[in-house]
């Protein structure tokens, strides 16, 4: 496993060019407004997504990318357990992946997201879900703006989901 961290950022290709430096490697993925780090050492999975109307920095999200699905239901189960309330468990789309993904929300409504990567995807930014696998509603994994038929979701200012 390790420690994803998603931060919103103004200038995209100024970010892309200041991490790429900072952290010694290259991005693993680039896409319109959204680029990736697969960070070996330290362990990290850095993301950013232009978003002009967020302030330059902040936080997106942040997240807990983990070696398979069976790693994800058993963390919802323990986030449920402990009486957090999730989004359950579902097979979506988003950040140009298809994933398997559980959201919950600290107490000042910070996202936190357990997921797995099971294969690129070309053109999805914003999260479908694709099959909500139960427990926790389906496709609320974040404070909902608007959500399209087949499940999209995004937080109160618009920026995605993953």
Same mark, same amino acid.
């Given at each position: 496993?390790?420690?994803?961290?998603?931060?919103?950022?103004?200038?995209?290709?100024?970010?892309?060019?200041?991490?790429?430096?900072?952290?010694?490697?290259?991005?693993?993925?680039?896409?319109?407004?959204?680029?990736?780090?697969?960070?070996?050492?330290?362990?990290?999975?850095?993301?950013?997504?232009?978003?002009?109307?967020?302030?330059?920095?902040?936080?997106?999200?942040?997240?807990?990318?983990?070696?398979?699905?069976?790693?994800?239901?058993?963390?919802?189960?323990?986030?449920?357990?402990?009486?957090?309330?999730?989004?359950?468990?579902?097979?979506?789309?988003? +950040?140009?992946?298809?994933?398997?993904?559980?959201?919950?929300?600290?107490?000042?409504?910070?996202?936190?997201?357990?997921?797995?990567?099971?294969?690129?995807?070309?053109?999805?930014?914003?999260?479908?879900?694709?099959?909500?696998?139960?427990?926790?509603?389906?496709?609320?994994? +974040?404070?909902?703006?608007?959500?399209?038929?087949?499940?999209?979701?995004?937080?109160?200012?618009?920026?995605?989901? +993953?």
């Amino acid at each position: 496993m390790r420690l994803q961290l998603a931060l919103n950022v103004v200038d995209l290709d100024e970010s892309i060019d200041f991490y790429t430096r900072m952290f010694g490697v290259e991005p693993y993925k680039v896409k319109p407004g959204y680029a990736n780090w697969e960070i070996a050492d330290p362990p990290l999975k850095f993301v950013i997504f232009q978003n002009p109307d967020a302030e330059h920095g902040s936080v997106n999200h942040l997240g807990v990318e983990t070696e398979s699905a069976e790693q994800v239901v058993a963390a919802e189960a323990r986030l449920s357990q402990a009486g957090l309330e999730t989004t359950g468990i579902d097979d979506t789309i988003c +950040c140009f992946a298809e994933k398997v993904e559980t959201w919950v929300h600290d107490p000042r409504g910070q996202r936190w997201e357990w997921y797995v990567k099971q294969a690129d995807h070309e053109t999805q930014l914003e999260n479908v879900v694709v099959e909500h696998r139960g427990a926790g509603p389906a496709a609320e994994c +974040c404070a909902p703006a608007e959500t399209a038929a087949v499940g999209a979701a995004g937080d109160a200012a618009g920026s995605p989901c +993953c």
